[in-house]
């Protein structure tokens, strides 16, 4: 919403206020409590000196029919305009302030209205006084005109180009037109496919005489390699192409391109960047994706085997729900849902709430752009602006993903985790797994039990209390005594307490005889706190009579827990007798230990074998701790691996799934009507609701989404393979098919190659396999001008799209070169990192996995917040957002990266060895550096430079570092022409 | 007043072939260059040139520095009379912070005992007593002040600035970022989201600190006449590519980016080099005390870059103001390595005839609770915090907007991070909702839907 600046508003003069705005804050502000008294809420005089002035002064400025902008189309200035309210609903509830919307805007609870300065108490607590008494309003009745939005018309938003079906626009094609295209234009007879049709036509209606010819043959062969694999060719393959450069021989290292694993990697990747690929979170808390990697290589292997793009759809939006026959199918289903929960999260949010609903809309907006080209994150706070998309769609949806689990408890305090989906593995994996937990948890137990004991015969007094002690276990009770062990320290298994109940009717008699007689001081043990009684009566009986003793249990004058009843002599020939009473206490009264320690020679004399037993039982028992102990470090030692999972959504649980309610404005606590689950209307049949859905709703929305008869999912698909190949899409902007996306430049070209692609079972090969082996593919990138001056930005691609190479392609290229390249995959690439792939603190200086490694650079880590220079600065897509087509810049840092960056400057030099060591001709090293780099003989002028550059240095290792350094910094070697 | 960082300039020995008209057509088939600046004109009279933001990350106390609350005294211990907000961790209960304040200067503005180089040049300063924003976590906040979103990937302030204006000097990028922090959505804060690529902060230094206080690659494993003749072998090789391609957009712009960067490695290390500054002029920023040496060296860089016409200077304290325990000994070291510096950098460029056109802004993701935590600290704040403005066309020796009496809730006057946001811009001549970026079908702000101009605080 938007908020102008404080204006003071001119004071309508049927006020009858003739006073200034600053006099009038002033008036509001300061409490009137004889006005208060005079005039009863309900009377026109309260609306009038209370209300009014208020609306007037502070409200008015942006919600009253003069107001520039009225936000939240809300008006305040007529009574019809409060009782009908703005996008939230009614303003006010006449008899129910606490039900009013107004009054939790003014208390700042829902919207914070004004939002410039809360209101005093006594004006919101007006308001609330009015509102109450039914917010008598003697102002007109009805609202002010305010300028309504249009509903969106669905039925004239289908007429746009995207909502057609697909097909609408292959009448158009040039198989049916009338006017068959002059032989001249032809391609040679085997290449007439439907691609060059299509192009050769829109050129001709466009006054192109005639398209590029193809480009030369070792132009064409890089392109197809990069282009397929994001490697050169090889020297063979480039030897044996150029001595054979045939229609067939073509055809030939395109299929065995498309079979190596080399094309699998190099299309997983086109898609990672669409599916915001990571592994960490990134944003406010970096924690590790552990698992991200899974996904990644299903991609991989998806590609490899040419998995219907249908079927990707369904295991990405729905794969934990799927059914599957096999282990193998249920790990890719599962596995594949990991494309639902790579967003990056703000996982510190602390209010839940609002995280859940973000985690949702990152989702729509996801699954929009990647499978639609639809950009449905604006729909979240209104009806999309552009595209024929309510806000009753986003919500239909939302409903779904909010009935999805994607977040699932806290790492730690307010910081959010995801949800985690165990996968499948083998019986014997899972019972090592399971015998190993059992094991586990048994010694766990015995050890602790072990630990009890110790500290029991510690503290019972056989081991670390002198003298003799009688616990309260071995006591004599009478009346209501109750166990407790609630203050943690005690003697023995716990202590007694009379539960401050039962006055003069509890005792408890401690009872002992002395071995040796003579005198000994009683101690008395109990846990002291300011709820025990003061005036605890002790009866000592010995040799010397009865003796009373008070104690107050509020404190502890000996240590923690004992107090001393005084010195006593006791004999062999009688019991020692402690009474403890609750008579006449006030509090609790505590009854622990007694302990009688010995004071003279005749009782301090250690009885032997009283502490030998003693000790015996302690160090048996400290043994056996010892033994448990090295048999649990021994046991996990062979744990076995854990127990695989994924990083993926499931479904919740069936009373939290359920339909949402449209959240006006986006606002988390501000709630509209419930939408039921559903898609866009606008290009579904006449109902794009649920019928009765499964779960969540996801499986329907995989369905909906790969029907043949939605519009867009084909098309958007097909668009980006044609741009990976082509250079540009036919739609442009391959993320965005509405009204502010681009129109195709061929929108019949698109909607067969769409049509082909389903009917073919959505299989990605056969439609790269079209295009590569199109004419138009092969086009050179000659500039000419006649062309150009009718088609400067190529669009009916009458020459090939000179384009840069993917981030990837340059350094997987400069690894190639230095002969460090190791093309096999790497799992597990987070392996051993915490929770948090560093420390989420100011001093943290981690490191990972980067450019100089040795793999190809779709197994390098993805680390939020740590991409590595040398790949952002060449543009690699942005983990934190969703990439259809990546930008192409020239900055400084690139150069600079390129040139100074340590990395690039040793594989220079290694290139330059290998070379060297290869070659020992000048024009033999200069012809495998442009063959190798550059994939073609150098030119005359490339001789030129060279020796120019060489001055006759042709042995120096320096100059050949710095030839091929210049090399891979230059513009030949990063674009394809 | 603005000279275009990439713009279209003689290549000298590089441009060795003719460029017809056809070529420049094909130069910018789409309209503007990439690297000239949105706002050619400005929307309305500029007050400032640039901007140096001193982030302090983590969040100082405003009811310990800037915002005075006698209550506090008088009320510790005792209970907060109404309801805290929703997830934190304090107690309710109010504590008084170690630091007397008083009155300063000829304002009479009042700053605590804490931060006496500030307090001395309190006439200098505007406060925005009235702060609040989103985010009751690191994470948001943070966002929220770099780049005006709390949740979603968005530009940040400063790349926003280098999309609008360009760079003020010929071999210098537009924005620069010193000591950024790793954490809390690290480069995200001084990144350029969906803006061109070149508008990201070019960094110096790391959580908090210069480091090496250089740009990175300027120099690589190569010196001397090598790096010479690599460079210029790259133009030659460029150059002949462009020859044989015919026009293309692609390899003008690489052939110029190579030029920038040979021209940067020429230029930036006479402006990164501090030694150049006399040795009182160091010793002023503390370079050489152990305790401020880097806040010190990180201010002293940020002036010399304003001072060659980098637009926008973002210098990092590190998340070192996270006082949630040991309020005092924490604040007391983050002001001993950050108050000298700061004072220091308002003080030179007013020496230097800077100040007026550069506005400094000082101020965290977030303030710190009037409650305490734990036994000694205090949690975060959004709900109401301070935030200090010097310079560039902005009121001295003023305080505006209120929080509560304990300093809990921003109540009078309250500024959004929004409304922040669309001042700095309005400073530097640019109305905040012109300044647009489509992305995704949509025209992108700063602001969002939201923002106003505090007028109040502009002199």
Redesign the interface.
């Known amino acids: 919403m938007h908020f102008p600046p404080r204006r003071v508003i001119p004071v309508p003069t049927n006020l009858g206020l003739a006073i200034a705005g600053s006099a009038i804050a002033l008036a509001i502000f300061a409490p009137l409590p004889n006005l208060a008294a005079a005039d009863p809420a309900d009377s026109v005089a309260f609306f009038e000196s209370r209300i009014r002035p208020v609306l007037v002064q502070r409200c008015y400025g942006c919600h009253s029919v003069d107001a520039d902008e009225i936000g939240g189309s809300l008006l305040l200035d007529s009574s019809g305009g409060m009782l009908t309210g703005g996008d939230s609903g009614a303003a006010i509830e006449p008899g129910d302030a606490e039900a009013s919307m107004l009054v939790s805007a003014l208390r700042y609870e829902s919207s914070e209205m004004p939002p410039d300065e809360q209101l005093p108490d006594h004006v919101v607590d007006d308001f609330v006084r009015w509102i109450n008494a039914g917010a008598t309003d003697p102002r007109k009745g009805d609202a002010g005109p305010l300028p309504k939005r249009e509903a969106i018309d669905l039925e004239a938003g289908r007429q746009f180009w995207s909502f057609q079906p697909i097909g609408a626009f292959s009448d158009f094609s040039p198989r049916s037109t009338q006017d068959p295209i002059p032989t001249e234009h032809l391609p040679t007879e085997h290449r007439q496919g439907l691609i060059d049709m299509h192009l050769l036509a829109s050129m001709r209606s466009a006054g192109i005489e005639s398209a590029n010819e193809s480009a030369a043959p070792a132009t064409r062969l890089r392109r197809l390699a990069f282009d397929l694999t994001g490697l050169p060719p090889s020297e063979e393959v480039m030897q044996t192409w150029l001595a054979d450069p045939s229609d067939s021989a073509w055809a030939r290292l395109v299929e065995s391109y498309l079979a190596s694993p080399e094309y699998a990697q190099h299309w997983a990747r086109h898609w990672m960047d669409v599916a915001r690929y990571a592994d960490s979170n990134g944003s406010d808390f970096n924690a590790t994706f552990h698992e991200a990697w899974r996904y990644r290589d299903y991609l991989i292997e998806s590609m490899a085997m040419d998995r219907p793009f249908d079927q990707m759809i369904h295991q990405q939006v729905a794969g934990d729900l799927l059914p599957a026959e096999n282990d193998k199918q249920r790990y890719d289903n599962i596995v594949a849902s990991t494309f639902l929960m790579l967003g990056t999260k703000m996982l510190s949010e602390r209010d839940k709430a609002k995280l859940t609903l973000d985690v949702v809309d990152e989702q729509i907006d996801t699954i929009g752009r990647a499978f639609l080209g639809m950009t449905l994150g604006c729909v979240r706070c209104h009806d999309h602006k552009f595209d024929p998309i309510p806000t009753e769609d986003y919500y239909a949806l939302a409903g779904i993903f909010k009935s999805t689990v994607t977040l699932k408890g806290e790492s730690q305090q307010y910081v959010s985790t995801w949800n985690r989906v165990p996968l499948p593995t083998s019986k014997e994996h899972r019972d090592a797994v399971e015998q190993f937990k059992v094991a586990e948890s048994k010694l766990k137990k015995q050890i602790s039990e072990s630990e009890k004991q110790i500290k029991r015969l510690k503290s019972s007094g056989a081991a670390s209390l002198e003298g003799i002690i009688i616990d309260d276990a071995d006591a004599i009770k009478s009346g209501t005594w109750k166990s407790s062990t609630f203050f943690k320290e005690f003697v023995g298994p716990g202590y007694v307490h009379d539960d401050n109940m039962n006055k003069g009717k509890a005792t408890i008699t401690f009872q002992t005889r002395v071995p040796k007689s003579g005198e000994y001081e009683v101690r008395f043990a109990y846990s002291p706190n300011p709820s025990r009684a003061s005036n605890v009566p002790v009866t000592i009986t010995s040799a010397d009579g009865q003796h009373n003793v008070t104690v107050d249990q509020r404190r502890a004058p000996i240590q923690a827990i004992w107090a001393s009843l005084g010195k006593f002599r006791f004999t062999t020939e009688s019991d020692a007798v402690i009474v403890v009473s609750n008579k006449d206490t006030t509090g609790y009264v505590i009854a622990d230990a007694i302990q009688l320690i010995g004071t003279d020679d005749a009782t301090t004399k250690p009885d032997s074998s009283k502490s030998e037993t003693a000790s015996k039982a302690l160090a048996a028992a400290n043994e056996q701790l010892e033994r448990l102990k090295s048999e649990l470090k021994t046991l996990q030692s062979k744990r076995p691996t854990p127990l695989p999972e994924a990083m993926a959504p499931s479904d919740a649980a069936t009373p939290k799934i359920g339909d949402s309610r449209v959240h006006i404005r986006g606002e988390v606590n501000n709630l509209g009507d419930v939408v039921p689950r559903g898609f866009l209307q606008v290009c579904s049949g006449s109902d794009s609701s649920i019928k009765d859905p499964v779960g969540s709703g996801r499986l329907e929305l995989a369905a909906w989404l790969t029907d043949p008869d939605n519009p867009l999912v084909a098309r958007v698909f097909v668009n980006r393979v044609w741009m990976h190949l082509m250079g540009e899409g036919i739609v442009r902007t391959v993320d965005n098919f509405g009204q502010r996306g681009e129109r195709p430049s061929h929108p019949a070209l698109l909607d067969d190659l769409a049509t082909e692609f389903i009917r073919g079972g959505w299989h990605i090969k056969p439609l790269i396999r079209k295009i590569v082996m199109s004419q138009a593919y092969s086009r050179s990138s000659e500039f000419v001008p006649q062309s150009y001056a009718i088609d400067p930005e190529n669009r009916l691609l009458w020459r090939g799209h000179r384009r840069r190479l993917p981030a990837e392609s340059i350094r997987d290229t400069m690894l190639a070169l230095a002969g460090e390249l190791d093309k096999r995959g790497r799992t597990q690439p987070m392996k051993g990192r915490g929770t948090l792939v560093s420390s989420n603190n100011a001093d943290s200086k981690a490191t990972f996995a980067g450019v100089a490694e040795t793999c190809r650079s779709i197994f390098i880590p993805v680390v939020r917040s740590y991409v590595p220079p040398l790949m952002s600065s060449l543009d690699a897509a942005d983990p934190d957002l969703l990439v259809g087509r990546r930008p192409t810049t020239n900055v400084p840092s690139q150069a600079l990266v390129l040139i100074n960056s340590p990395d690039v400057n040793r594989w220079a030099e290694k290139t330059a060895q290998r070379i060297m060591q290869q070659y020992h001709e000048f024009d033999d090293r200069l012809m495998a550096t442009y063959q190798n780099c550059l994939s073609r003989a150098p030119r005359q002028q490339d001789r030129e430079i060279a020796s120019e550059f060489f001055g006759g240095q042709a042995d120096s290792a320096e100059h050949w570092h710095e030839f091929i350094a210049a090399i891979f910094a230059g513009t030949e070697f990063r674009l394809l022409d | 007043m603005t000279k275009h960082v990439?713009s279209r300039r003689d290549f000298g020995v590089y441009s060795s072939f003719a460029m017809g008209s056809?070529a420049v057509?094909?130069f910018a088939?789409t309209g503007r260059l990439?690297a000239a600046p949105a706002v050619t004109t400005p929307h309305h009279r500029p007050r400032a040139k640039r901007v140096i933001f001193l982030f302090m990350?983590g969040g100082p106390s405003h009811v310990d520095t800037f915002d005075y609350k006698p209550l506090l005294a008088r009320d510790d211990g005792k209970d907060l009379p109404f309801a805290l907000p929703?997830?934190?961790?304090a107690k309710p209960k109010l504590m008084n912070g170690p630091w007397k304040f008083k009155r300063r200067g000829e304002s009479g503005l009042w700053v605590s005992d804490l931060l006496p180089g500030m307090a001395s040049i309190a006439d200098s300063l505007c406060v925005i007593r009235s702060m609040h924003t989103k985010?009751?976590?690191?994470?948001?906040a943070?966002?929220m002040i770099n780049t005006g979103s709390?949740?979603?990937?968005r530009p940040s302030v400063g790349a926003w600035v280098s999309y609008a204006l360009g760079s003020d000097h010929p071999d210098l990028?537009a924005h620069v970022a010193i000591g950024p922090?790793?954490?809390?959505?690290?480069?995200?804060n001084y990144g350029s989201?969906?803006l061109?690529?070149?508008h990201q902060a070019?960094v110096v230094g790391s959580?908090?600190k210069p480091g090496d206080g250089k740009?990175?690659?300027?120099?690589?494993?190569?010196s001397g006449p090598?790096?010479e003749?690599?460079?210029d072998?790259?133009q030659?090789?460029?150059s002949?590519?462009?020859e044989?391609?015919?026009?293309?957009r692609?390899?003008e712009?690489?052939?110029?980016?190579?030029d920038?960067?040979?021209r940067?490695?020429l230029a930036a290390p006479e402006i990164f080099d501090l030694q150049r500054e006399s040795e009182q002029t160091r010793r002023e920023y503390g370079i050489g005390e152990s305790k401020t040496d880097s806040f010190g060296r990180s201010c002293l860089l940020a002036r010399r870059l304003a001072e060659a016409g980098v637009r926008f200077i973002t210098v990092s304290s590190?998340?070192?103001w996270d006082q949630h325990g040991n309020l005092k000994a924490g604040h007391e070291k983050n002001a001993a390595t950050t108050d000298l510096p700061v004072t220091t950098l308002i003080r030179d460029l007013k020496r230097r005839g800077l100040w007026d056109d550069t506005l400094v802004v000082w101020g965290g993701e977030f303030g710190r609770t009037p409650v305490v935590q734990g036994s000694n600290g205090r949690d975060h704040n959004p709900q109401g915090f301070s935030v200090v403005l010097s310079g560039g066309g902005v009121k001295s020796g003023f305080a505006f907007g209120e929080t509560d009496d304990y300093g809990y809730?921003a109540?009078?006057?309250?500024v959004?991070m929004h409304d922040l946001h669309a001042t700095i811009l309005h400073q530097l001549g640019i109305d905040h909702e012109r300044l647009t970026y489509?992305y995704?079908?949509?025209d992108f702000r700063l602001t969002d839907?939201?923002g106003?101009?505090v007028?109040d605080v502009l002199a």
């Open positions: 990439l056809l057509s094909a088939p990439a990350h929703a997830n934190i961790s985010g009751q976590s690191h994470g948001q943070v966002g709390d949740n979603l990937v990028p922090a790793t954490a809390h959505g690290g480069p995200r989201a969906f061109p690529a070149m070019t959580n908090g740009i990175a690659h300027l120099d690589g494993p190569v090598r790096i003749r690599r460079f072998l790259v030659k090789l460029n002949h590519h462009l044989v391609a015919g026009p293309d692609e390899i712009g690489a052939i110029e980016a190579v920038l960067a040979s940067m490695r590190g998340q070192v809730f109540r009078r006057d309250r959004h489509r995704a079908g949509r839907v939201h106003n101009v007028q």
